[in-house]
């Protein structure tokens, strides 16, 4: 995330600008991990109106984001259940522009991310999280996403709260996203990236291990006709 008055990279690509067309969060993190393209992403650049409100680009009126009527027939029945929905959702309450650096190479050239998101399927992301788990068991588990306007999620609650974040895909994320069927995704702060590397070499090592207690064990309860 650029603060304000930090100048977005010349080489970044600005969807309305570069592409004729604006653009949803969750559009934008799909073109960064697909193409590796550095996208910046400003107020003039987006459409999602979820979207715009939870990066704070805009503060809609009171009445009209705290009724529910964003969400209704969307992702909620009623506007009652919209407003619960809202209220659970954490908001940029700065003004910063999100820029999506695409692919290792080009977040090397940039000096501090804020947060990482990694797509993956079920198990990979059940390894993150036991790799959280390793320094700190209750660490970042107390919120869990509602599969509705996951952006939030990715975004704004993984830097407020400087913990990871297990993400369930949103129907705009796989909608607009192209986010597959057998995709989740896990937020990580940056601050945190180490931790979570280390914890994960630890968890690859014990796994190992237990796999192989494990099936040594089932080929001896297989040959004594003990397994059920």
């Known amino acids: 995330m650029l603060r304000p008055g930090e100048p977005i990279p010349e080489r970044a690509r600005r969807p309305a600008r570069d592409f ?126 509602r599969g509705a306007i996951v952006c939030a999620d990715i975004i704004v609650t993984t830097m407020q709260t400087g913990q990871p974040q297990v993400i369930l895909p949103c129907s705009g994320d796989r909608i607009f996203g192209q986010t597959q069927d057998h995709e989740m995704a896990f937020a990580i702060p940056w601050a945190r990236m180490d931790e979570i590397i280390e914890g994960s070499r630890a968890r690859t090592g014990a796994a190992s291990a237990t796999r192989s207690r494990s099936s040594w064990s089932t080929r001896r309860s297989c040959r004594r006709g003990t397994w059920r």
Not at 59 to 70: I, K, R, V
Not at 119 to 133: D, E, G, I, K
Request: charged share 20%.
């Open 20 to 145: 004729g067309k604006l653009s949803m969060n969750c559009q934008v993190i799909d073109m960064a991990r697909r193409y590796g393209w550095t996208i910046a992403l400003t107020r003039d650049d987006s459409i999602c109106s979820l979207g715009i409100t939870a990066l704070g680009f805009d503060q809609p009126p009171p009445h009209l984001y705290n009724s529910g009527t964003l969400c209704e027939g969307m992702y909620t029945a009623t506007k009652e259940a919209g407003a619960a929905l809202r209220g659970g959702r954490r908001q940029v309450r700065s003004r910063r522009v999100p820029r999506a650096p695409g692919g290792a190479r080009s977040t090397a050239r940039h000096s501090s991310p804020t947060w990482s998101c990694v797509y993956a399927n079920p198990a990979q992301v059940m390894r993150l999280t036991q790799a959280v788990a390793v320094e700190d068991a209750a660490a970042g588990w107390r919120r869990r996403s």
